[in-house]
């Protein structure tokens, strides 16, 4: 099974249009990336990864679209944003133990190292990460 990500190297879309199956990414800079596995997106990655876990139909995670793209233009050099929809992903939701949304995951070197669940302000995430990364 081929794994898509949206990898937000550059910026996290500030308003989406969605439908059941899709997030379009509207007059961004958003890459979307085939991966073998989501083990190998993780692992491969020089920087660490910040996993939003998320579905379309979340209010809460339509809000956090926007932090996060607030945190990728303070933080590109030093972290990796990844959006995961649960919807697509299920099983990667329940390998994680996503039992709220949005949820931020941050793997470092392939492996979790925090977690929160539910709407945090792009300030509250970067000092966050600041203290992790």
Same mark, same amino acid.
């Given at each position: 099974?081929?794994?898509?990500?949206?990898?937000?190297?550059?910026?996290? !879309?500030? +308003? #989406?249009?969605?439908?059941?199956?899709?997030?379009?990414? @509207?007059?961004?800079? *958003?890459?979307?990336?085939?991966?073998?596995?989501?083990?190998?997106?993780?692992?491969?990655?020089?920087?660490?990864?910040?996993?939003?876990?998320?579905?379309?139909?979340?209010?809460?995670?339509?809000?956090? !679209?926007? +932090? #996060?793209?607030?945190?990728?233009?303070?933080?590109?050099? @030093?972290?990796?944003? *990844?959006?995961?929809?649960?919807?697509?992903?299920?099983?990667?939701?329940?390998?994680?133990?996503?039992?709220?949304?949005?949820?931020?995951?941050?793997?470092?070197?392939?492996?979790?190292?925090?977690?929160?669940?539910?709407? #945090?302000?792009?300030?509250?995430?970067?000092?966050?990460?600041?203290?992790?990364?």
């Amino acid at each position: 099974m081929t794994f898509i990500a949206a990898l937000s190297t550059f910026s996290i !879309a500030p +308003n #989406l249009a969605t439908d059941r199956n899709t997030v379009y990414l @509207k007059n961004l800079s *958003v890459m979307k990336k085939q991966f073998g596995s989501f083990q190998e997106l993780i692992s491969g990655s020089d920087l660490p990864i910040l996993v939003d876990f998320y579905a379309s139909w979340c209010g809460p995670c339509q809000m956090m !679209a926007k +932090n #996060l793209d607030q945190v990728n233009q303070s933080m590109k050099q @030093k972290v990796k944003i *990844v959006k995961i929809n649960t919807d697509k992903y299920p099983d990667l939701a329940s390998k994680y133990q996503v039992q709220a949304l949005p949820t931020l995951v941050l793997f470092n070197q392939g492996q979790p190292v925090d977690r929160v669940e539910g709407l #945090l302000s792009a300030e509250q995430i970067v000092r966050r990460l600041q203290n992790l990364i």
